[in-house]
């Protein structure tokens, strides 16, 4: 299992997420929970991160880079994965083309098992599950901001895997059992 998370704030990745990766005994790598985990433990990458955090930025490619890229190579993640939250920029795609190249031996990503799972649930929907959580970056102005952001630059990559043949879209707008059942059916073939 080689998965990618994809979809707006609010979406339900990290949920979906969670859940897949405890079943199926793979590494749930979620880029969000490890800046959060950075920020409150205060590290160098923490404290560059938080400032974009708040105001609903995307913290810049190169630092997300290296984390994934150590994250990767670590022992668990090589019997598969669940990215959730990565890649967020065609710029970060390009990366994790060539690091699973580099990881795999393969020519090109398009040769990976790689499959991006988009969730998608209408914005009003998202606006109120994020104002109903509270999380530091859930108040309105942010998540406004969230929503502009991913439009502007991770929704693109929903062509650039769909091209690839490696996109799953999901409706996310449902129970959230319901959506997991979708989910293990039609990247596991289990019902
Ligand atoms: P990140 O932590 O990835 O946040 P996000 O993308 O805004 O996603 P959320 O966690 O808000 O939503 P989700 O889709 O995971 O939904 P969830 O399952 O939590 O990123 C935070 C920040 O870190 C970014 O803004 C950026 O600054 C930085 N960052 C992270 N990755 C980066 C990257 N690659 N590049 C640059 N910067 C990066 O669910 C949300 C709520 O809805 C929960 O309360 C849940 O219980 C509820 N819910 C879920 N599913 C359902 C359902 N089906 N029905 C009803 N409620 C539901």
């Not at 969670?18 to 160098?44: F, M, Y």
């Not at 400032?51 to 913290?59: A, K, N, Q």
């Not at 109903?132 to 970056?137: A, E, L």
Request: charged content about 25%; hydrophobic content about 40%.
């Amino acid at each position: 299992m080689q998965l990618i998370f994809m979809g707006p704030p609010g979406a339900g990745k990290g949920t979906q997420a969670q859940l897949l990766a405890a079943l199926w005994k793979i590494p749930h790598i979620s880029t969000g929970d490890i800046l959060r985990a950075c920020v409150v433990a205060k590290t160098d990458l923490g404290q560059k991160a938080q400032s974009y955090m708040d105001r609903g930025e995307l913290v810049p490619d190169e630092l997300l880079m290296d984390i994934v890229q150590e994250r990767m190579n670590q022992p668990d993640a090589r019997a598969g994965w669940i990215l959730d939250g990565f890649p967020r920029t065609v710029a970060q795609a390009a990366f994790f083309d060539k690091l699973l190249c580099d990881v795999e031996g393969s020519t090109s990503g398009k040769d990976c098992a790689l499959r991006a799972v988009n969730l998608d649930v209408p914005d009003n929907v998202l606006v109120a599950r994020l104002l109903s959580r509270g999380r530091q970056d859930d108040n309105e102005e942010t998540i406004r901001r969230r929503l502009q952001v991913y439009r502007e630059q991770t929704e693109p990559l929903i062509d650039f895997y769909s091209g690839r043949q490696q996109l799953v879209a999901v409706d996310g707008d449902r129970a959230m059992e319901l959506v997991t059942a979708e989910l293990q059916q039609v990247l596991s073939g289990d019902s």
